[in-house]
């Protein structure tokens, strides 16, 4: 079975800074994959980004990158240059083998002006 | 190209009644699922279907049944609604049921039992 924590329920972080949202993972799969997806206020999910556990480097998408210590197990989000409009939860998530999402319990970042 | 569509948007319900959740997606996806979103409690997984024909329990199934009309529709349904099901209601969807597809999620249903 997998399993997400997210221990920070609530960050704050100052526009055009960086920020880093925690997540550990637990499971006793081989390959898995770890995902970040993001919620605003409307409620939709937005998959932001991906990591493979096979993966050597670090994922990035844009502004978003994944900090992936294996050993560790560990997949933070890092966000940088935030911006007024990364105010959401944030949800870590994986899947592995043929299982559905299981997704820790949420980041709610707030960005400040 | 909708993605994943949920019906109804917002619902309330009495204690007892029933009601069915829709789902359709048109990405041709082979796996779909539905999770419920609380509180403080992420996203957990109601039951899912790894393909049509198929589906399985996940952590909360209690009070729920699933029906995958097809390979389009996976259908939620409350047969005694209760107020612990008071909850937003997410549907996704697949290529499969594996690493590395992500799941792309409807707009969700917000549901109230009184």
């Known amino acids: 079975a997998q399993k997400i924590t997210q221990t920070q329920p609530g960050m704050f972080v100052q526009e055009k800074e960086a920020v880093t949202l925690d997540c550990t993972y637990d499971?006793?799969?081989?390959?898995?994959?770890l995902f970040w997806y993001k919620q605003p206020s409307s409620g939709e999910m937005i998959f932001l980004i991906y990591q493979g556990s096979y993966d050597e480097q670090n994922a990035t998408e844009g502004r978003y990158s994944l900090n992936f210590q294996k050993a560790r197990k560990s997949a933070n989000l890092v966000i940088s240059a935030s911006q007024l409009g990364d105010s959401a939860m944030y949800f870590c998530a994986m899947r592995g083998g043929n299982t559905p999402l299981v997704f820790g319990k949420g980041t709610r970042l707030s960005v400040i002006a | 190209n909708a993605g994943v569509t949920q019906t109804p948007k917002f619902q309330v319900l009495k204690t007892g009644q029933s009601m069915t959740l829709q789902c359709a997606q048109d990405m041709n996806h082979n796996s779909m699922y539905w999770y419920r979103q609380d509180p403080g409690m992420g996203l957990r997984l109601i039951y899912y279907?790894?393909?049509?024909?198929?589906?399985d329990k996940g952590e909360v199934p209690n009070g729920y049944n699933v029906s995958r009309l097809n390979k389009r529709e996976f259908s939620l349904r409350l047969e005694s609604a209760a107020p612990s099901q008071t909850s937003v209601y997410f549907c996704?969807?697949?290529?499969?049921?594996?690493?590395?597809?992500?799941?792309?999620f409807g707009p969700g249903t917000r549901l109230t039992v009184t």
């Open positions: 499971t006793s799969d081989q390959s898995y994959g």
């Open positions: 996704a969807s697949s290529d499969f049921a594996g690493t590395p597809y992500e799941q792309y």
């Open positions: 279907s790894a393909s049509e024909g198929t589906t």
